[in-house]
Every structure is written in C-alpha cells, then in structure tokens.
C-alpha cells in the first residue's frame, strides 16, 4: 500500500505549488464597463481627465469668499449681498466679488472669486419688518444674507482632480474590477476595459460509487457533489470550470480523461482517489501527465490531509479527497490561488472577521485544523459598540456536505495550538 509523504503545512504546500506554475502573460478581452463586475484588469488605467473637472459644492449653502466670512459667530455675524443663484448642471454667469455671496446647491459648480461654501444652517435672510416671510428659492438678489460662522478656503468644496488628477494611474493591472471601481471608471467617461480571460479548470471525479446527481442512487452509491461545488467556486473565483465527467476506478481510463482536461484546461482538479489506497491512482495519474509531476502527497492539516498537488509541464494538477468538506475546504486553500496567480490578481486580504469563540476546541500540535463555523449576533459587547459575534463549531463529519452548507465561515486553529479555548476572540474566514 503507497504511503504518504512528508506532510507539508499547507503555507508550505501552496507555496511550493505556485512556485512551479508557469505564468505567461494571460489572454484578454475587451468588454464594457457594466459587464466588468468581478472581472480583472489586463491593463493599467489612467485617468483621461481630472476628477472633478471643475470645482463643486458638497452641500447646500452659500459660495463666498472665505475671507469674507473670518471672524464670524452668532454675537457678531458677517452680513454678504446675494448677487446670484448658481444653476444646477450649468456654469454660473458671475463672479463673486467682495462682500458677494451666491446660493449654491449640492454639486454644484463654484461661481469664479468663491473658495468656499457656507452651510445653509449658519445662514439666514435678514428681513426688514416691512417685507414678508418668503423662502430661499424666492430671495430677491440684492438681499442681504447673514452668516453666524466662519469658513476656511476650501471648505465644503471638491476641487479640480481632488479626487483623480489627469494622467494618474488609477486602476493597476491586476485589480479585481468591483462596483466601485464601475462607477470610477463610469465617472471618467471610459465605457469598456480590457479584462483577463477566464482561467478554464477541468474537474473531474471518480469512483465507482459516483453517479450523476440527476440519476436515483442505488444502494451504496452517491451522488457527484464534488464537481459542482468546486465548479461554483472556480466560478467565484474567476474562472470557467469544465466538467469531464465521472470516471470508474480505472487507471487507463483516468489517465486519459486527465491528459484531455490538462490539453484543453489551465488547471485540472481531480476529486477522489487521493488517499493511501491500492485502488487510488490520482497520483500515479498525475505522474504520467508531465514534468515535475507530483510535488506534495499529503498535506498536515485538517480536513483534506491526502491532498496532492502537482504540477505538469507548468500547469496545476489537484487531487483533492472525495469527502465533500474535504474537497471545498482545499479548494479554497489551493485551487483559488492557483486561479488567481493565473488572473494575475493583484494580492489582497481575504475577508475576514473577529469572533468570540462559543465553545473549546481540541487540535493536534503541528497541525493545522479549519473549521467549518456559524456566526451568530454576541450578547456580549466590547467598548467601542460595534456589532460582536459569537463564532459557533458547526460539528460534523468531512462527508456531510451541509455541515459547511450552513456555515458563514472558516475559523483556522494554527499548527503552533494544541486548541482554542471558550471565550477566546479568533479570526473568521468568510466563504
């Protein structure tokens, strides 16, 4: 019977894997700006004009001279003439001079001679007693308007490129494109991009237990779960996910099913036949397909420990274990980077939160356990407010696949812990 490796920590492990990756320079595509949701940038953005293009009001008020204004309390007020009203989606027809002011909208654009905006609430009309109460939108220019604080040059006011000055390089090659960087791009007038292809992963599963999950199980077998949940995450993780299908434990027959996926794919991932068994033949397959072949047979954590990783004349070929947790768990530890090293995916922190810890948990020294949690809202509350969560084990075995169908995260006991205690504030990886 074949025995496992050296058991690899799983930092160790990815390493070693991405390391032997080759990464050529991935193929693109241009497509609009609205469908580019999720999608990565294959070029580097900079900016056709400043943003803003011209200087605007951030809120309701009065455009002035601030110097007009130094000084001003409610005791002893600055007294401005109203010279104008600033139209909304136009260029105003004036220039404020001093002791002038101009009613000025939320984004509206600053008359000439005005540095800034006085709120509306520190304004008020002055009203002589023989006129009538009549509103803001109907003062009469020339009326005079009374101002109970001061304002600094620049207050309440965006200048020219103060967000993004002209020529800046906004968007790095790289980035994951998400709605705000929609709308940045929208806000420069640049309607399409060019974005990475979609890395094509090969899935395949086997055994001779597996069925399609359209079919009615006979006794003893069960349904292909591997191959759709793992496909939704390749998904997820910008990726097309091709399914070759289920295969029976043959060798001849897996080797050529792999050599076809490892011909048309990016990646190819292999669910089952992973472990220590005579009828598991993942590695001996993944030695036929290429050079270096199978670099890791076993990593040392918890679930997923026969995971091997190889790579096959520069690309990533994963056996991952049949169990469904196993399976998705590795996935997230090892097919998404292989995915996003092929996006060429700038690195960034995955999400992630604290929780207090519900109950204790046992580990083994050296290992490195995932689990599988619930987080639920925390009676308890640290200083600060903020909503606290409580991080609750959901306990089951590798194959029952709902136990992580319920989850909201996963909690990573490192190989240094011998356990985390009750009450202990851990990190939470989000899924």
């Known amino acids: 019977m074949p025995e496992f490796l050296t058991l690899l920590p799983p930092d160790e492990a990815r390493a070693l894997l991405l390391s032997h990756l080759s990464a050529p320079e991935p193929d693109s595509e241009s497509i609009s700006v609205p469908h580019a949701l ?28 601030a110097q007009d204004t130094f000084g001003a309390s409610d005791s002893l007020p600055a007294y401005l003439t109203l010279i104008g009203e600033v139209p909304m989606g136009d260029a105003p027809a004036f220039e404020i001079g001093p002791g002038q002011c101009a009613l000025i909208h939320t984004g509206g654009m600053l008359p000439p001679g005005a540095d800034a905006v006085v709120m509306l609430e520190y304004t008020q009309l002055v009203r002589h007693t023989e006129e009538k109460e009549i509103s803001v939108r109907s003062v009469a220019m020339g009326s005079e308007i009374e101002v109970s604080r001061a304002v600094a040059d620049g207050e309440n006011i965006i200048r020219i490129g103060e967000d993004v000055a002209q020529g800046q390089r906004i968007l790095p090659k790289g980035t994951l494109l ?43 077998q069960v349904r292909d779960i591997n191959s759709y949940s793992l496909g939704a995450l390749v998904e997820k993780s910008g990726g097309v996910a091709k399914r070759y299908g289920i295969f029976s434990d043959q060798f001849q027959a897996l080797k050529e099913a792999a050599a076809q996926a490892l011909s048309e794919c990016d990646a190819v991932v292999i669910t089952a036949g992973s472990s220590a068994s005579t009828r598991d033949m993942t590695a001996e397959v993944i030695r036929s397909l290429g050079e270096p072949g199978v670099l890791v047979h076993g990593i040392n954590t918890r679930p997923g420990k026969p995971t091997i990783l190889g790579a096959c004349n520069g690309k990533a070929v994963i056996g991952l274990p049949g169990n469904p947790v196993s399976a998705l768990v590795n996935g997230y530890l090892f097919v998404v980077p292989v995915i996003e090293k092929m996006l060429g995916v700038l690195p960034k922190p995955k999400a992630a939160v604290q929780a207090r810890l519900t109950v204790n948990l ?34 089951g075995k590798s194959n029952l696949i709902f136990t992580l169908a319920a989850a909201d995260g996963l909690l990573r006991i490192p190989p240094n812990a011998t356990g985390l205690s009750a009450g202990e504030m851990v990190e939470v990886m989000l899924i």
Do not use: C, H, N
């Not at 395949?204 to 009615?216: A, H, K, L, R």
């Not at 050296?366 to 909503?387: N, T």
């Open 362 to 395: 046992p580990s083994q020294a050296g290992r490195e356990d995932w689990w599988p949690v619930k987080l639920l809202p925390s009676p308890a509350r640290r200083g600060g407010g903020g909503e606290v969560y409580d991080a609750e084990p959901i306990f």
């Open 178 to 220: 998400r709605p705000a960087e929609i709308g940045g791009l929208m806000a420069l007038g640049i309607t399409s991009v060019r974005v990475v292809k979609p890395v094509k992963v090969g899935l395949i599963s086997t055994g001779d237990e597996i069925v399609d999950p359209s079919q009615t199980p006979r006794p003893g």
């Open 38 to 65: 999720s999608r990565i940038l294959a070029e580097d953005i900079l900016a056709p004009q400043p943003l803003p293009d011209f200087q605007r009001s951030t809120v309701d008020g009065y455009a002035v001279r």
